[in-house]
């Protein structure tokens, strides 16, 4: 390991958790001195990684993150064959949708088809939720390879709702890969709640997620907005090259015919 570039990536990771910190704050976080952190600060602002707020001795983000993140996100063959089926999702419920992939324990958001009526909505791209705590994350938990037991420490609460039994999250992840439908009800936020379909490729890995946000007061979702993902969610399958929708580890059913 090359120290002085783990050392960088910590600190970006570190400012990508909490924002905006102050040098020592920084510094105490990745456990580094923070004449260290300064220097490797300075390299990473020449570069547009990181930039000093305005007005202030806080450290954040720069511009050159997002450049690199938009380029990783034109790149997956998994969005942009998501874009049209999300933008008609979301036409034909009236909802916002989203699309998110694996990363690590957590779902990230890499596209979000705001809702078709016009009313301001905060753009989602790059927004990182707990997969346990998501239906994006059920959906491909479900379909993930069962490598490790879950341990109740690795199950984080995000609100009174959120399922932190690992007995639990199991017999709801059996329900899903039955169904392919995975739902959360206020699991991650309050007032919000989702289902979402597991998307496929052509090796049969379960590769995205596309999901239908509403609001709490509109839950449960109607049988037809359940049909609605699922058909989304094979379309972009198909495009991928899946063998079938949806596709079954070895160890599990055989893989329906999309």
């Given at each position: 390991?090359?120290?002085?570039?783990?050392?960088?990536?910590?600190?970006?990771?570190?400012l990508?958790a909490?924002?905006?910190?102050?040098?020592?704050?920084?510094?105490?976080?990745?456990?580094?001195?923070?004449s260290?952190?300064?220097?490797?600060?300075?390299?990473?602002a020449?570069h547009?990684?990181?930039?000093?707020?305005a007005g202030?001795?806080?450290?954040?983000?720069?511009?050159a993150?997002?450049r690199?993140?938009?380029?990783?996100?034109?790149?997956?063959e998994?969005?942009?064959?998501?874009?049209?089926w999300?933008?008609?999702?979301a036409?034909?419920?009236?909802?916002?949708?989203r699309?998110?992939?694996?990363?690590?324990?957590?779902?990230?958001?890499?596209?979000?088809?705001?809702?078709?009526?016009?009313?301001?909505?905060?753009?989602?791209?790059?927004f990182?939720?707990?997969?346990?705590?998501?239906a994006?994350?059920?959906?491909?938990?479900a379909?993930?390879p069962r490598?490790?037991?879950?341990?109740?420490d690795?199950?984080?609460?995000m609100?009174?709702?959120?399922?932190?039994?690992?007995?639990?999250?199991?017999?709801?992840?059996?329900?899903?890969?039955r169904?392919g439908?995975?739902?959360?009800?206020d699991?991650?936020?309050l007032?919000?709640?989702?289902?979402?379909?597991?998307?496929?490729?052509?090796t049969?890995?379960?590769?995205?997620?596309?999901?239908?946000?509403?609001?709490?007061?509109?839950?449960?979702?109607?049988?037809?907005?359940?049909d609605?993902?699922?058909?989304?969610?094979?379309?972009?399958?198909?495009e991928?090259?899946?063998?079938?929708?949806p596709?079954?580890?070895?160890?599990?059913?055989?893989?329906?015919?999309?």
């Open positions: 390991m090359i120290q002085s570039v783990d050392r960088s990536v910590r600190i970006l990771l570190a990508q909490a924002r905006r910190l102050s040098l020592s704050d920084l510094a105490a976080r990745v456990d580094l001195p923070s260290t952190v300064h220097g490797i600060l300075r390299t990473l020449d547009g990684m990181v930039e000093q707020e202030s001795l806080r450290y954040m983000l720069g511009p993150v997002l690199l993140s938009s380029v990783y996100l034109d790149s997956l998994f969005r942009s064959r998501a874009l049209k999300a933008e008609e999702l036409r034909r419920t009236g909802a916002s949708v699309a998110g992939v694996l990363l690590l324990d957590d779902v990230i958001v890499v596209h979000h088809e705001p809702r078709p009526d016009g009313s301001r909505q905060m753009p989602e791209v790059g990182v939720v707990p997969a346990h705590a998501s994006l994350g059920k959906a491909l938990l379909f993930q490598t490790k037991t879950r341990s109740s690795s199950l984080r609460s609100t009174g709702e959120t399922i932190v039994d690992p007995a639990r999250l199991d017999e709801e992840l059996t329900e899903v890969a169904t439908v995975a739902t959360e009800h699991e991650a936020v007032g919000e709640s989702s289902l979402a379909a597991p998307i496929f490729d052509a049969g890995a379960a590769v995205g997620a596309i999901a239908v946000v509403l609001q709490s007061s509109e839950w449960p979702p109607t049988p037809s907005l359940q609605d993902v699922r058909e989304a969610a094979r379309n972009i399958s198909r991928l090259g899946a063998p079938g929708w596709v079954y580890a070895t160890d599990s059913e055989p893989a329906a015919t999309a």
